[in-house]
C-alpha cells in the first residue's frame, strides 16, 4: 500500500474542514455530546450535528467548507 497516499487524503480532507484547530473543536465538540446528559440516541445525535459544519458550531458564525450540493431535480 501507498501509505503517503493514505497520510495526503488524510491532509487534504482535515484542510478541507478547516485545518487542525477546526478538527480539535470538532473534538471536543463530540466529546461533549458523549459525555452529557440524555439518551444514546440523543447522544448520537449531537454529536452528527457537530460533524455536519467543520470547526466550532456557535451562533451567529457561518459553516465553513463547502456549501451542501444541491438536490436532485424532479422531471
Known amino acids: 500500500m501507498k501509505f503517503n497516499r493514505i497520510a495526503d487524503k488524510a491532509k487534504q480532507a482535515i484542510d478541507k474542514r478547516g485545518g487542525m484547530d477546526a478538527l480539535k473543536e470538532d473534538l471536543q465538540e463530540v466529546k461533549d455530546a458523549a459525555t452529557g446528559r440524555g439518551t444514546l440516541k440523543d447522544k448520537a445525535r449531537a454529536a452528527a450535528d457537530a460533524l455536519k459544519t467543520p470547526g466550532k ?19
Open 57 to 75: 458550531n456557535e451562533p451567529g458564525r457561518p459553516p465553513q467548507g463547502d456549501p451542501p450540493p444541491d438536490p436532485p431535480r424532479a422531471a
